[in-house]
């Protein structure tokens, strides 16, 4: 066992894709297969089992997820033990408020793991570098670098009636406490697909919106990283055509850092992703709002 193959394995664990882990870890697919192959004899647990959209880690996996990720921390931190650097480069992101924690984390590992890049995080409206964001969020002059594409679901506490359902109608919705969130997306699908309704609660966060779901306030129409994120509610898929189209957004007006550059490119080598998939798109730009 060695560190490397413990990068590999935390990848395929998160990502849920050996793909989408092979890209991530800039190798081929047959080698991160030979690596999870390899540990799993030299544990002695099956680590994953396959199924047609991915694989799904077993209870051996969970169980050492803890153990690796403690070890790939703790080698990287001896890495930069000694490490100086006489400048940082400084890089500014903005981040929607609706984004899932799982994608963020992924995103976000290459910067927080590289000591001479001085990350700072602000909100979607404030002044960034880039932006990660929904694609009808973008202003004029952006470029938008897809990320991925979801679409958005129901999210249900365990015991609501509708669990009973494989698939939602907007008529499903009418008379059901709803748990709004204080952004547009909800609001649009009930403008154009369902009736009026008075809302149980107004949420300020996703995982304010996930907890009340959970406690059985109400139901809440969500993206579907916000709701598979939480095993503690129940997913429902909508019979509408309701999605968002997240990336990265930045302005083309202005010059480009090589540390913002260095991050477009490895966006772009990894593409956008379908749901859980992955996609093909070039990067897009707007010329007016």
Request: with cysteine; hydrophobic share 40%.
């Amino acid at each position: 066992m060695d560190i490397r193959e413990l990068r590999y394995f935390a990848a395929v664990f998160e990502e849920r894709n050996l793909t989408a882990a092979a890209k991530r870890c800039f190798i081929s697919q047959p080698s991160i297969s030979t690596a999870i192959t390899n540990l799993e004899a030299e544990l002695g647990t099956t680590l994953f089992v396959r199924h047609k959209k991915g694989v799904a880690p077993t209870a051996s996996a969970e169980q050492f997820h803890a153990i690796a990720r403690r070890i790939i921390d703790e080698t990287d931190a001896a890495k930069n033990l000694f490490r100086t650097s006489p400048s940082r480069h400084g890089l500014t992101l903005g981040l929607m408020r609706t984004l899932d924690r799982p994608r963020i984390i992924s995103l976000l590992r290459p910067l927080t793991g590289d000591p001479d890049i001085a990350l700072r995080l602000v909100g979607a409206d404030e002044q960034a570098d880039a932006r990660i964001i929904s694609k009808s969020m973008m202003e004029a002059g952006e470029h938008f670098v897809p990320l991925w594409s979801e679409r958005y679901v129901a999210a249900l506490p365990p015991s609501h009636p509708l669990t009973l359902k494989e698939r939602l109608r907007p008529v499903d919705f009418e008379g059901v406490a709803m748990i709004d969130r204080c952004h547009c997306e909800q609001n649009e699908f009930f403008r154009r697909h369902a009736k009026p309704r008075r809302p149980a609660a107004i949420a300020e966060s996703e995982d304010w919106a996930m907890a009340l779901v959970a406690a059985g306030v109400g139901v809440a129409i969500v993206p579907e990283g916000v709701a598979r994120a939480h095993p503690d509610v129940v997913v429902r898929d909508i019979e509408v055509r309701l999605k968002r189209d997240v990336g990265l957004a930045y302005d083309a007006r202005r010059p480009v850092s090589d540390v913002l550059k260095s991050f477009i490119a490895r966006l772009q080598k990894r593409g956008p992703r379908e749901g859980r998939n992955k996609g093909v798109a070039e990067p897009t730009r707007i010329s007016r709002r």
